[in-house]
């Protein structure tokens, strides 16, 4: 148990559907970030939210669409993706948005696009 | 240029040996590194950061930074085979207040009863 819950943990679309990634927190923690995790490649940040406000956006098609309502709370909706969009898609806190402070990660949506 | 740059692997070591790990990134101004450990379709774990310059021990872990260089490494000593995993190094690059963390793409660690 790290602290972070991600569901669902395996969603499978089609292009022209609309879904939603759920990520919820129980640490404390005031920062929530999304990442991207391809096959072979690095983890890619996606958005970083600081005590709800949104204070990074990693050039994120608009297909995916970032929500927090609230610091414990962290959402991704998506819509008319694409097959590149099969990834596993990781959520993560922090204290705060700073330097120093590590992230701890939820276990992954693993997404796939048909 | 990739900012951060790990050797994929895998690294296969026997057990009881000394596993290193390393890492290079580009950005000099980089100040917090952190290491991760992620085994097969779980998440990434936390196991190791480091700030200044200098080696960092916990418990058989072993994290050291040259800034100058521009390298950091990771050591595992009495390597076992439940360390087998991809390890990720991260780094972020800027002193600035937007906490942009790059990770390298994972070297593989094979522990070898």
């Known amino acids: 148990e790290t602290g972070v819950t991600q569901t669902p943990r395996h969603l499978v679309m089609g292009m022209t559907n609309k879904k939603s990634l759920k990520c919820e927190q129980h640490l404390g923690h005031n920062a929530m970030y999304w990442y991207k995790q391809s096959a072979k490649k690095p983890l890619e940040l996606m958005f970083v939210y600081n005590f709800k406000e949104q204070t990074e956006n990693n050039s994120v098609p608009s297909r995916f669409s970032p929500e927090c309502p609230n610091s414990s709370h962290l959402f991704l909706h998506l819509h008319t993706l694409q097959p590149e969009d099969s990834a596993l898609y990781l959520c993560?806190?922090?204290?705060?948005?700073?330097?120093?402070?590590?992230?701890?990660f939820g276990d992954g949506t693993r997404l796939s696009i048909l | 240029q990739k900012e951060v740059e790990q050797n994929s692997g895998p690294l296969s070591v026997p057990e009881g040996a000394i596993a290193s790990l390393n890492c290079t990134y580009s950005d000099r101004v980089s100040q917090s590194f952190f290491w991760y450990r992620q085994y097969s379709g779980k998440s990434p774990e936390l196991i190791m950061s480091?700030?200044?310059?200098g080696d960092k021990e916990d418990g058989r872990f072993t994290a050291q930074l040259n800034k100058a260089s521009q390298y950091v490494s990771l050591l595992i000593r009495d390597s076992q085979p439940s360390d087998s995993a991809t390890y990720l190094c991260?780094?972020?690059?800027?002193?600035?207040?937007?906490?942009?963390?790059?990770f390298g793409s994972g070297t593989r660690l094979l522990v070898r009863p």
């Open positions: 993560a806190s922090s204290q705060e948005d700073r330097t120093n402070q590590p992230q701890h």
């Open positions: 991260a780094v972020n690059p800027r002193m600035d207040s937007s906490y942009k963390l790059i």
């Open positions: 480091i700030y200044s310059n």
